[in-house]
């Protein structure tokens, strides 16, 4: 079976490198440009998102925000934070919103994997629970 992986980054690039990694994997990607095309996906499907992939700095509606979004509108869905600006604060800002990882880019294929693995089972603990 399919998980769906939801990757929001501003560059296609990562989008694109992301899907690839991902590629052989048991997740399907789906993208968006930003958080405001990120909260369209999950409103149009809900239930299919199995994990969120999030950048921080993006156009129109930043991680910041999306996060926030994401943590209060779907508390279900794992979020795993991807950006290429470490902030100690802002990580931690991240995890007490209950962000599964906070992420550096680029990130290794191996390491990418297993955290997608760790939130997905975190979203299957969520579904079975409630």
Request: aromatic share 6%; net charge negative; proline share 5%.
């Amino acid at each position: 079976m399919k998980h769906h992986v939801l990757v929001i980054d501003d560059e296609s690039a990562v989008r694109e490198v992301i899907g690839l990694q991902l590629k052989d994997t048991r997740y399907e990607v789906l993208t968006a440009e930003n958080g405001e095309q990120a909260i369209e996906v999950l409103n149009a499907n809900p239930l299919s998102i199995d994990v969120i992939i999030c950048d921080v700095r993006m156009p129109k509606i930043g991680g910041v925000e999306a996060v926030a979004y994401f943590r209060k509108e779907f508390p279900s869905t794992p979020v795993v934070v991807l950006t290429g600006f470490p902030d100690v604060n802002l990580a931690v800002d991240f995890m007490k919103q209950g962000v599964i990882e906070f992420l550096v880019k680029p990130v290794e294929k191996a390491q990418l994997v297993e955290v997608v693995e760790k939130a997905a089972e975190k979203r299957t603990f969520f579904t079975a629970s409630n």
